[in-house]
């Protein structure tokens, strides 16, 4: 189906990245592999979202070809007031930039939480500290105003 939407609308597949939950592919591990295998092939990108809220199983980290790892909010929501989120967000960051994933955090809504982040060298975030969910108009109006300050910052 993903392909068939791809072809019938022109769209890259390569700026597609689809997000599956950690039960998503503990299910049937063979046709999840079959199937992500084929969606990695057509340049699609992979993710597992809000991971270390399921099974949180590693092998499957090395069955399937993912490219990013979504630490959950749950993890983020309390840094840095909870040590042990901290550790927890901080592993998951190290372990995913070990095994060659990019990592990106849910839920990053405080400078405190973003600092953190970022000294942990975590690839990206989202989160309300960048925007509040808004309709696809004003969406694309924030994309348009962030490539010309980033033309703007270029030219610097």
Not at 37 to 51: E, H, M, P, V
Not at 119 to 131: H, N, P, R
């Amino acid at each position: 189906m993903v392909s068939l939407v791809l072809k019938e609308t022109d769209f890259p597949a390569t700026q597609l990245e689809l997000e599956i939950t950690e039960s998503g592919l503990t299910g049937n591990q063979d046709q999840a592999t079959v199937i992500l295998n084929n969606l990695c092939t057509q340049g699609i990108r992979l993710a597992i979202d809000d991971f270390g809220t399921g099974y949180s199983s590693l092998a499957y980290l090395k069955h399937f070809p993912l490219d990013r790892l979504k630490i959950d909010k749950s993890f983020i929501d309390d840094i840095p007031f909870h040590q042990d989120d901290m550790e927890i967000a901080a592993t998951i960051v190290a372990m995913g930039r070990i095994l060659g994933f990019k990592v990106l955090a849910e839920g990053v809504e405080t400078q405190e939480q973003l600092a953190f982040l970022r000294e942990k060298g975590c690839d990206s975030y989202q989160g309300y500290i960048k925007s509040k969910p808004i309709p696809a108009d004003q969406f694309a109006e924030l994309l348009r105003k962030q490539q010309r300050d980033d033309l703007r910052n270029k030219n610097i």
